[in-house]
């Protein structure tokens, strides 16, 4: 069974620092492209960043280009989300979810909140 | 502001049908594949619809999908009251390298 499971989420101070982190388990990791796609409370969906099934090609969303990095470990099955100078408007909830074919995402984690707030 | 643009809401009576419609352009829509998601209160995305019409394993045939030029649907038949949710509609847009969701639209069973 493909599980996603997110952790790392939290309360944190504007221009404040974190990082998310989703274990992957009943696939093969490192043969999928992965994402973060992220809900603020009551909104819609807004992908935030990508990441190729070797780590060579990344991409992110322009609301967090410069702030964010993502990274994967394929030996420890994980898909990371560095975030830096966080801002208010980084709040929501924080969606692992794998890519199917480079064409849709076929399994999301339960996700994780972010609140940036002081 | 989102790459795509589906109405707000959408509603029905219980065994009707209703269509929730996706528009965008054809550096997205256009030329990519349009993938459909159901987000029930309180839970994580599902993936109902993918590469423009096709059903994952589990979804019943009452949902189906198509697309057309730069828009696509989604449609839903025998309407019961556990369809209530969010659905979003998604893709690539192969001029911004980036993925794009709608802006969602939540479907009222009354």
């Known amino acids: 069974e493909v599980q996603l499971v997110e952790s790392g989420g939290g309360l944190v101070q504007p221009g404040g620092s974190l990082r998310l982190s989703c274990a992957a388990s009943?696939?093969?990791?490192?043969?999928?492209?992965m994402n973060w796609v992220r809900q603020a409370p009551g909104k819609g969906l807004e992908w935030v960043s990508y990441i190729s099934s070797s780590g060579s090609t990344i991409y992110y969303a322009d609301s967090v280009k410069g702030r964010f990095t993502i990274s994967r470990d394929n030996a420890k099955n994980s898909l990371y989300l560095q975030m830096n100078s966080l801002r208010a408007e980084d709040t929501a909830v924080y969606y692992c979810?794998?890519?199917?074919?480079?064409?849709?995402?076929?399994?999301w984690g339960q996700g994780t909140l972010v609140t940036v707030s002081s | 502001q989102s790459v795509l643009t589906q109405p707000p809401s959408v509603s029905a009576a219980p065994g009707q049908k209703v269509t929730i419609s996706c528009s965008g352009s054809s550096s997205n829509i256009g030329n990519n594949y349009v993938s459909w998601y159901q987000q029930l209160p309180g839970t994580a995305p599902k993936l109902l619809i993918y590469e423009n019409n096709k059903r994952p394993s589990g979804i019943p045939d009452r949902f189906s999908g198509s697309k057309s030029g730069t828009s696509a649907t989604l449609g839903i038949t025998g309407l019961q009251t556990g369809d209530e949710a969010d659905y979003y509609c998604g893709t690539w847009d192969s001029s911004l390298s980036a993925w794009g969701f709608g802006g969602g639209t939540k479907l009222t069973v009354l």
């Open positions: 009943g696939f093969t990791f490192s043969s999928y492209e």
């Open positions: 979810a794998r890519l199917r074919f480079s064409r849709d995402f076929d399994y």
